[in-house]
């Protein structure tokens, strides 16, 4: 008997986990209605669904369901940088800066965080704040390439061509991993920049 019951609460557990990775919103609903574990636990599934919203576009759906995971669970940084991504996408900019400034405070050692609060910032105009989350992000994770190019993208906005033209360097030479995107936009920028250089005046 106590086989079984083990056996019962791992499945629950695990359903209550992992609900989130299919692409179903309706398993995450009934473990949220019909599963036996509650508290903290139970956050898995609202962010589950939370994830599941967010993969949809439907950024308010996404968002309510991270507020009730949060709630349930504040102290899980990963929430607060999901319910920030749709903020974000939603063009709530200023309430996902002050979400990515709680995954931060949660756990100040991952580089993403910085990295997506630096692309939030940008979009707000605040290039100054932008570009120290950024060498943030960098130095945490000196091999993102995303990060790279988009810090290069902030320095070109602010006009500092050569700190803009070292990034996009560092982002093509760096691997780039499933996103081509990142080589081709590194490789615009520098050739774009490249073109905006004075033709150098030949001595007679």
């Known amino acids: 008997m106590l086989i079984v019951l083990a056996v019962l609460i791992g499945l629950s557990t695990h359903m209550v986990v992992n609900c989130g990775d299919e692409d179903d919103p309706d398993i995450c609903a009934a473990v949220i209605g019909f599963s036996p574990l509650r508290g903290s636990l139970i956050a898995f599934a609202y962010e589950g669904r939370g994830r599941i919203a967010l993969r949809h576009g439907d950024f308010r759906r996404a968002i309510a369901d991270f507020d009730e995971a949060i709630h349930l669970n504040?102290?899980?940084?990963?929430?607060?940088?999901?319910?920030?991504?749709?903020r974000r996408q939603n063009g709530d900019l200023e309430r996902a800066i002050a979400d990515y400034d709680e995954a931060i405070a949660h756990d100040p050692k991952l580089a993403?965080?910085?990295?997506?609060r630096g692309v939030a910032l940008a979009a707000t105009g605040d290039l100054n704040r932008a570009i120290l989350s950024y060498n943030t992000a960098v130095r945490l994770d000196p091999s993102d390439a995303r990060a790279r190019l988009d810090r290069g993208l902030a320095f070109l906005a602010r006009g500092q061509a050569d700190d803009a033209r070292a990034d996009f360097e560092a982002a093509l030479a760096l691997p780039a991993g499933k996103d081509v995107r990142i080589r081709e936009a590194a490789?615009?920028?520098?050739?774009?920049?490249?073109?905006?250089?004075?033709?150098a005046v030949p001595r007679r």
């Open 74 to 86: 504040p102290n899980r940084a990963s929430l607060y940088r999901d319910r920030a991504l749709a």
């Open 187 to 199: 490789r615009a920028k520098l050739a774009e920049l490249a073109s905006a250089e004075p033709l």
């Open 112 to 116: 993403a965080p910085y990295h997506e």
